[in-house]
DNA sequence: GCAGGTATTCAAAGCGCTTTGGAAATGATT
DNA sequence: AATCATTTCCAAAGCGCTTTGAATACCTGC
């Protein structure tokens, strides 16, 4: 079924069953609902790569996944970030373009998808310091919307972000507070740009305080429950092992916990646990009460911002980049007490 | 830049431009030379939207993510199927369309897919036993692979499934043979098809061994770590406490293992755990050796079969349905040992 | 030197839609 | 009844590509 045949059981030209279902106001009420009663009763919709040809709108956001090529490692985040994504575009009438790619052939993958024109905007994933798909994608002339940040001197995109530094000085200070001075940081790889500013935030809390960070008890890699455990099991062996750890993520902090019970420590009592939690709907936090004390910002939301921006600023007048920052909460759970 | 452009620099027609691009033989292999250099020099691709609907063939292939309106749940599996499945089209330029959406509105998300002519063959998650939405997809007559199967009459559709009875099955003989008669089943909801039939196998084990399964200790819910330690924790304190548990998943499983470390026992000694590993890429089963004794099976690799099935299938004269069951390994790790 | 074949190239139609620039019908106004 | 403004509808062009059917150029062998 498509618009012609339509019109033909119609009796109407092309043009005013195009107009009638797109609600153009050139169409008599009348025969707008007898053209979308028929519409519905055949099961008919336009064809979206025909009316994307005439119209120069793809209706499809892109998302490029890098997969790194050491790792092999999805971002964990991903899922729920994407859900929430989709659902905001779902609502548009938007669809989703999903390109898996190693993150070599990244930059190859933004031009193709520019040339192509399959999409009307693209989301960048995980920006890292003086990140070159920034100015790539600014080239290209394509809209596009940075969920997290890329430092440098060229803020001039658009991004939603979390203030990490902020959260993780908060997270440091809220140790600090409870009598604790042998702090560990347990962190993703600091060439991504969250890393390093939650990094920042844990030295910045330390210098305010007067206090030396240990350098010892400060790590970074791929976001593992593994890394975590073998992270956290070195450290505790250590003379001048952490009272405290802030952990990076929630997988990495299910890591920890299992050096820490291995220890035959209990988490809370005999040592501190703060982590950073992206509020995944797999992994909530404990039902009613935290298990981990933690500085939460839902990926999920921030999915639903970036889409929502990315939408925005397609079909706004004013291109002028857009930035929303969240905070995160500071959640009180069984993870933390006194040193 | 289009072909109209490109064709009128090189002073050729559309047609020989398009043949030389896309390895046509009736062009001379001079021509398709200065053509191809010519179009990488300017950067130029054919437009996506327009040469498939020339063509008749969308070259994406759609996944239909449903979300559990009940949990807003996103499947933790679903990053890695995705990324497997991502790989295996983008090695064969084809792109994937995600519609996250809430599984009430399945069937009309595919209703559209075909109507729209979107993508050429889609990939169905989650299958529940007369699962509706196999008898929906042969009625739209549109490609489709499933990833799982739905038990019921009509196998007459492809699928890519782990035998996940004959998993489960050999789960429960193994802790059998170590000595263990109390065991303990904490399984996904079991209106999914592959919990049931991992129930089946623990049942099957049970009976051949004339062993009575205890009801109280096997339960079903939502894969969360909270649903796992919940579990464990109130299974534990029972009077028949079992001796080991199989479980279903591994976010599950550090649930379960919370548990038993809050109730002072040792994973491994006091008492053995089982678990399925999807192989998770960002919750590897420990690095040497595996944390978790585990039926194994790779999601990325199911990703990648699924995906590579569909588009032969596409491709195919022969469009008869095809099945790959694959066996997940035994994994023997550190949580089991002898009652 | 020419028929017959092969290797190259091209003009134009068509994929299914939107949209431009009228045309026809209707209604309001004189 | 004639005029003009509105409504309501339509034919045809165009989006950027592929593909059909035909034309042209280039070789053969006799």
Known sequence: MNLKNLSEILGLSQTTVSRALNDYPEVSEATRERV?????KHNYRANTRAKSLATGRSMAIGHVIPISTQHEIVNPIFADFIAGAGEVYSRNQHDMLLSVVPDVEEERTYRELAAKASVDGVIV??????????????????????????????????WVDVNNRRSFERATNFLFDLGHRKLALINGLEFMDFACRRKEGFLAAHAARGVEAN????????????FGFKAAHSMLARADAPTAFIVSSMIMAIGVRRAISDARLKMGRDISVIIHDDALSYLPNGAEIPI???TKSSVHEAGKLCAQMLLDIIVAEDKSPRHTQLESELMVGESTGPA
């Open 36 to 40: 979308k009663a028929a519409a519905a």
């Open 125 to 158: 994933h995980g920006p890292r310091p003086n990140d070159p798909r920034i100015p790539l994608l600014k080239s290209l002339n394509i809209p596009f919307v940075v969920h997290g940040r890329a430092s440098d001197g060229d803020t001039d995109y658009s």
């Open 215 to 226: 350098p010892a008890l400060m790590v970074s890699d791929e976001m593992t429950e593994d």
């Open 292 to 294: 981990f004390t933690a």
